[in-house]
Nanobody
Framework: QVQLVESGGGLVQPGGSLGLSCTASLNIFSFYTMNWYRQAPGKEREFVASIAGTGGETNYADSVKGRFTISRDNTKNTAYLQMNSLKTEDTAVYYC?????????WGQGTQVTVSS
């Protein structure tokens, strides 16, 4: 059974930094595009960032460009999201998502709270 496990969430002050990890029990991890999404209370889940299997192509939501960085280590079956200059509006549950063709897998989410 495929599992994606996020970690690294927590409480941080505005302007601070936090790093998230997503470790996946996927065969041939490098075949999957890895994504980060987030869902704030009362809002729809929204795309944050994605990275191609080889790590060569990345995409970001406009709201996080220049502040967040997505990366991956295919030797560890892990994707990362480094979040800098955090704002209160970044508060949400962050989910990782793996996609390969019709195969889509989600993690259980990790809470990120930005508050003073």
């Amino acid at each position: 059974q495929v599992q994606l496990v996020e970690s690294g969430g927590g409480l941080v002050q505005p302007g601070g930094s936090l790093g998230l990890s997503c470790t996946a029990s996927l065969n041939i991890f490098s075949f999957y595009t890895m994504n980060w999404y987030r869902q704030a209370p009362g809002k729809e889940r929204e795309f944050v960032a994605s990275i191609a299997g080889t790590g060569g192509e990345t995409n970001y939501a406009d709201s996080v460009k220049g502040r967040f960085t997505i990366s991956r280590d295919n030797t560890k079956n892990t994707a990362y999201l480094q979040m800098n200059s955090l704002k209160t509006e970044d508060t949400a549950v962050y989910y990782c998502k793996a996609i390969r063709g019709s195969g889509i897998y989600w993690g259980q989410g990790t809470q990120v709270t930005v508050s003073s």
